[in-house]
């Protein structure tokens, strides 16, 4: 009978602390609702627009982003609810390879922008670029965009004017949208007790020169600010400090010795 006990004792008996186990899974699970929020955000905003204006500018469309990334966070976080729970060590494997993959390719990311600085900064002037010819087509595209330039305090690509790439904001003799040679809202310099948003705030202000136009709107374009964001968190990615790679964000033009340029 203690031969027996024993044996019964040694088949329920576990190498895993339970502390870890149930930390591994409340952690996996927090992440894997998140996950499946995030899928059916982007599956109702991709229900939600007009398939031919989402087609055009799917390149940058957040609600296929939203999509990608919370089915990529729902197979690896339900591989860990599940193998933590379960103990199930394929299932634990497959977590912990996906981690790694991860995190290597975070890391070789980072190597790439040093290495190809001005390819990765011409990538991104591309995405912006198209970004803001697309900005009255996509409403997700449009609070995006608003939600960049209010967070950076920037506006437009390189500076203000490239919004006239648009066709609503586009200073052409010949355009008659009352929005002629303005910018977004998101680009005014709001005051902190001011509480309702003035959104005409960037009327005309293409036309206005830089120094007078920075009385009331972001001047420098959201590139320099967004290279200079992925340039600080590539020090962090790499184990240095932040805020020790050379700051681009508010020289205008951009300096020619930059190696981000």
């Known amino acids: 009978m203690g031969g027996r006990r024993r044996g019964a ?4 008996y576990s ?21 499946l929020v995030m899928v059916a955000i982007g ?9 031919e204006a989402a087609l055009r500018c799917l390149s940058v469309d957040p609600a296929v982003m939203l999509l990608v990334v919370g089915v ?9 609810c599940v193998g933590s729970l379960r103990e199930n060590i394929c299932l634990l494997q497959t977590f912990c390879i996906c981690l790694t993959v991860i995190f290597l390719l975070q890391l070789v990311a980072g190597v790439l ?29 449009q609070n995006l965009i608003d939600f960049g330039q209010k967070e950076f305090g920037c506006c ?13 904001f586009s200073c052409e003799p010949d355009n008659p949208s009352r929005e002629r040679c303005s910018v977004p809202f998101s680009c005014c310099v709001l005051n902190k007790d001011e509480n309702v948003i003035n959104t005409m705030c960037g009327q005309g202000m293409q036309e206005r020169e ?32 932040p805020g020790t790679g050379h700051s681009t964000a508010g ?4 300096h020619r010795d930059d190696p981000w340029r």
């Not at 990529?72 to 860990?80: A, D, P, R, Y």
């Open 9 to 12: 004792h040694d088949e329920n």
């Open 72 to 80: 990529l966070m729902f197979i690896i976080t339900f591989c860990g």
């Open 251 to 254: 020289r205008h033009p951009p």
């Open 210 to 241: 830089y120094t007078e136009a920075g009385n009331h709107i972001h001047v420098n374009g959201c590139i320099d600010k967004l290279v200079d964001w992925i340039h600080s968190n590539l020090f962090l990615l790499g184990g240095g400090r």
């Open 15 to 35: 190498f895993v602390s339970p502390v870890v186990k149930y930390l591994l899974f409340l952690f996996n699970l927090i992440f894997w609702v998140i996950s």
């Open 113 to 141: 922008g040093f290495v190809f600085a001005d390819k990765a900064r011409n990538r991104v002037t591309v995405m912006i670029n198209d970004a803001i010819v697309h900005y009255r087509e996509d409403i997700d595209l």
């Open 156 to 168: 437009g690509g390189v500076t203000y004017s490239d919004w006239s790439q648009n066709m609503y």
């Open 43 to 51: 599956v109702y905003a991709r229900m939600m627009k007009h398939a």
